[in-house]
């Protein structure tokens, strides 16, 4: 019951002041997950690839990032490496339906 209580807690409030509407939202899932749906605008960059490609894809380092997966385990993994990288606005967004729901966007399929 505890992982449970860690989930929901690690869930996004939406209640909290909106994300920045020019904020980068990056989905860390792979190529299948993000093409069976993904919120409108977002950028596919899977986690085993993260390392090699988040700094061309995020050169400001202040920009606003809002990272999700499917459960936020993935999205916080990269979420932790972005902080040790010296991003100081970055969000783990965790899923996109909380991030569809958070930036009232859609959700789309390829």
Not at 13 to 42: K, M, Y
Request: hydrophobic residues 45%; glycine residues 10%.
């Amino acid at each position: 019951m505890n992982w449970l209580n860690n989930l929901l807690s690690a869930a996004p409030n939406l209640e909290t002041p909106a994300w920045d509407a020019d904020a980068l939202i990056i989905d860390v899932r792979g190529p299948g997950e993000f093409a069976s749906g993904h919120v409108d605008g977002a950028v596919n960059l899977p986690l085993d690839r993260f390392v090699q490609g988040y700094a061309e894809l995020a050169a400001d380092k202040s920009k606003q990032i809002v990272l999700y997966c499917q459960s936020g385990a993935r999205s916080g993994q990269a979420m932790q490496f972005m902080q040790q990288q010296g991003y100081v606005n970055v969000v783990n967004g965790i899923s996109a339906g909380a991030v569809a729901l958070k930036t009232n966007r859609p959700i789309r399929r390829l």
